[in-house]
């Protein structure tokens, strides 16, 4: 769980985007594209899910890429190669499922970027002609940019100033392309008003669309509930039956309203510990 190597992505206006490598062979040996782990920084943190964005079989290394947001991913953020975590969990939840759909789009916006990289080499592995559509709110933000475009076949970039690619929102690009031709997936991920806004367009195209959900966690494997979303008719656990789900059952403002519910509690923990 040692740490080997650290790289900040990004910064701008006080957020940081930040690349860590982690030594790990057992997870790294059996993680899959759109898996997670979730690890503790100390003995009495939390636990926290990140995305495995990549994994070198012969190194044993997991690659994690992460936004600083509340108090754990700050405090992880602030370890340095040689440092080890306290606790590493995984590989956790599903492997997307990767089959040939002929023509996906894979639409990422921010750190969302980072996971739906995984997906999108693996579906380009499996023979599909892929369409990526990233979103940023300014180009220095922008992730992986030189990553995506090697395994894209059509690559767009959006930025909400318009400092970079074309002004505008990712839904504006993905709007244009499904217009245009026929596509067997969208596969999205990103803040949660994208990812409803990318649900909402997509349903009236009448286009299959996945979509990776960062709901909150507590233990990450089903135990507390914390993570639960109604998909359909049914109580989901985001953990164990997901992250991935069929974005056009999901009760999007039930969802927005669990993801706030320690907004408040978070603020005060980080002006607390002056981080």
Known sequence: MKILDKLVLSESAGVKVVRMEIYHPDIARNAGPGQFI???????????????????????????????????????????VG????????????????????????????VGIAEIYPVARALKEAGNYVVSVLGARTRELLIL???MKKISDEFYV?????????????TDALAELLKKDKY??????????????????????????????????VDATGMCGCC????????KFSCVDGPDFDAHLIDWDELSKRSKVYQEQEK?????SNI
């Open 38 to 80: 979730a690890f503790m920084v100390s003995e009495k943190g939390e636990r926290v899910p990140l995305t495995i964005v990549d994994k070198d079989l012969n190194k044993g290394t997991i690659t994690l890429i992460f936004q600083e947001a509340g108090l754990t991913t700050r405090l992880l953020a602030k370890l340095n």
């Open 83 to 110: 440092d080890s975590l306290y606790s590493l969990a995984g590989p956790l939840g599903h492997p997307t499922e990767i089959k040939k759909y002929g023509k996906a789009i894979m639409v990422g916006g921010g």
């Open 145 to 147: 940019e030189t990553e």
């Open 158 to 170: 959006m930025t909400d100033d318009g400092s970079y690619g074309k002004k505008g929102f990712t």
């Open 184 to 217: 067997g997936l969208v596969y999205c991920v990103g803040p949660l008003p994208m990812m409803k806004r990318v649900s909402d367009l997509t349903k009236d195209f009448k286009v299959k669309t996945i979509v990776s959900l960062n709901a909150l966690m």
């Open 228 to 235: 639960r979303v109604t998909v359909g008719n049914s109580i």
């Open 268 to 272: 005060h923990i980080c002006k607390l």
